[in-house]
C-alpha cells in the first residue's frame, strides 16, 4: 500500500520546530519506508523564518512481509 499528497502554500512560518516521527503499528512482518521532496522548504526548519513559494510531497508505502499470516487470511 503506497499513500502520497502533496501540500503547496505562498508562505509558511513555524513558531517552533516540529517533531515529526511516522510508525507502523502492528504485529505482522512488513517492509516500510517514508520519505519527501520539498522545494523551498529545508529538512530542518528554523523558526521565525519565513518560507515562500514551498511544495512538499510525501511518501508513505509498506507492505507485509509475512507469507504464513497471508496464506492464514485467504
Known sequence: MEIS???KAEELTFSE???V???FPGDAEQEAASGSDRTNLPEEVEPG???RDIRV???IASRL???D???EED
Open 5 to 7: 499528497a502533496a501540500v
Open 17 to 19: 520546530v516540529p517533531e
Open 21 to 23: 516521527t511516522v510508525d
Open 49 to 51: 523564518v519565513t518560507y
Open 57 to 59: 510531497d510525501y511518501r
Open 65 to 67: 512481509t509475512d507469507a
Open 69 to 71: 499470516r497471508l496464506d
